[in-house]
């Protein structure tokens, strides 16, 4: 049996899409379901585009996501002899041949086939003409033969049984009159080489693949499978774009969602198994498989995504999720990021994460346990503190300094005691209190959010609101 070796091949020309995303995703778990192997290559060869930085940015991105390859990250541009040899192997096997045509004359034949009502391409001009009418040291492009007659088949993964006429393909150029390879011609020689044996990418690809199957026949090498995945769309149907909120890995990061929420979401964006809906990592790669792949463009539903954060904000580790909202605070405005803090996050937290769904709505109610007094109010806060509230609380206060030891099952007893004393219900309490600690009309459970806080601050807060 081959192993199976899938690869992710993105162009550092910019941010990682989600759509590249949700391929390196399924290349991931494609692979590691069939106990193969998954690889990484840049494909850097755009000098002019590709920056280090957005290398960079490729290779976070992965790592967050939790998909390694298997092998060293292989850089395309390193390559290019490589693809030269190739291209001068066919040359010189009669499969490829010099084509000498000026950019004025490419130019004037894309006008002449367009004025014909034909696709504007390359007519041939030089594919069958003696090499001695080429103009004395004149640079030319290595251009591959294509098949004229016929058609070609591919058996799709995804998209079924594809076919193209081999008119409709011209002959493409493979290595230019600088010497570099064209995209074309460098992905199949980096694919043959790695041993590819899947090639699954968005179906925006999928005219690439003939082209790329003539390479690969001329050379007599075996094609890979393909599989060509649908394209994300927004809500509304239209390719996902700006308009539509985050397309990045980096902006769903900075927007508070976690990096299983995210892959999780992106593996149910066109594949599914059954009404499984929330699948560990583990889970994924023994269920994942092309063949659940459906051929429809998938929408993008943002709501859909906060309820599978939510539900993996849940399940995480609260350690974990101090981490992060301690280093999202520092960008927080009054709030004080010190240990202090970060102790009262961690004894909140099982509250705070049950009511949150993303990062960012983690760390916006958390804020207030770094505050300082007096506290910003809400609107809903201030209503909360009549002059009937703050004498409630001025009476509360008492109570609350000899609670010992200041735990939630002891503040839960005082709270309940003073309210059936003053024969209040526990919410016109619990509500003013709530208000005057926290700045807001909501919060974990009161027992919870002043146990956190600890007894000098609560009584601070309180005393705040009742002196301010």
Request: hydrophobic share 40%; with cysteine.
């Amino acid at each position: 049996m081959t192993t199976i070796r899938t690869r992710f091949a993105p162009s550092p020309t910019g941010l990682l899409h989600i759509g590249n995303a949700r391929a390196a995703l399924f290349n991931f778990l494609f692979a590691r379901h069939h106990g193969g192997q998954f690889l990484l290559r840049i494909e850097d060869t755009d000098r002019e585009r590709s920056t280090q930085q957005a290398v960079d940015v490729i290779f976070a991105g992965m790592e967050w996501m939790g998909i390694t390859p298997d092998e060293e990250p292989v850089f395309q541009s390193t390559r290019e002899a490589r693809h030269r040899e190739v291209a001068l192997e066919l040359l010189e096997k009669g499969l490829a041949y010099k084509c000498y045509c000026t950019p004025e004359e490419l130019k004037q034949m894309r006008e002449d086939a367009t004025k014909n009502g034909l696709p504007p391409r390359y007519n041939g001009l030089w594919r069958d003409r003696d090499p001695a009418d080429a103009p004395q040291g004149a640079p030319y492009a290595i251009r591959i033969k294509a098949p004229r007659e016929g058609e070609a088949i591919i058996d799709d993964l995804v998209q079924g049984e594809v076919r193209v006429a081999n008119v409709e393909l011209d002959d493409m150029i493979i290595l230019r009159s600088d010497g570099t390879p064209t995209y074309q011609h460098a992905v199949v020689v980096d694919d043959h080489d790695m041993a590819i044996t899947h090639v699954i990418r968005g179906d925006d690809h999928l005219t690439n693949t003939f082209r790329q199957a003539m390479i690969y026949r001329a050379m007599g090498w075996d094609l890979p499978r393909f599989g060509h995945l649908p394209l994300i769309h927004g809500p509304d149907g239209a390719k996902l774009s700006k308009r539509h909120g985050a397309q990045s890995v980096v902006e769903f990061r900075d927007m508070g969602y976690l990096p299983e929420a995210l892959c999780n979401y992106l593996l149910r964006l066109g594949w599914g198994h059954g009404d499984a809906e929330i699948l560990s990592r583990e889970e994924q790669i023994k269920l994942f498989d092309i063949d659940g792949v459906g051929r429809a463009p998938s929408r993008m539903d943002y709501a859909k995504l906060d309820h599978i954060n939510a539900v993996w904000l849940r399940q995480a580790d609260d350690v974990r999720l101090s981490d992060d909202v301690m280093e999202r605070l520092k960008k927080v405005d009054g709030v004080t990021v010190d240990e202090t803090t970060r102790a009262r996050v961690l004894s909140l937290m099982p509250g705070l994460k049950e009511r949150a769904r993303t990062l960012v709505e983690l760390t916006e109610n958390a804020a207030f346990l770094g505050r300082h007094v007096p506290l910003p109010m809400n609107a809903k806060a201030e209503k909360l503190l009549t002059p009937e509230g703050r004498a409630l609380l001025g009476e509360l206060a008492r109570d609350l300094a000899v609670v010992d030891p200041f735990n939630p099952e002891n503040i839960d007893a005082a709270l309940r005691a003073f309210a059936e004393r003053g024969e209040h219900k526990l919410g016109q309490v619990a509500q003013p209190l709530r208000a005057a600690v926290t700045g807001s009309n909501s919060s974990p459970g009161i027992d919870a959010t002043l146990h956190a806080l600890g007894r000098d601050e609560t009584l601070a807060r309180i005393g705040a609101v009742l002196h301010g």
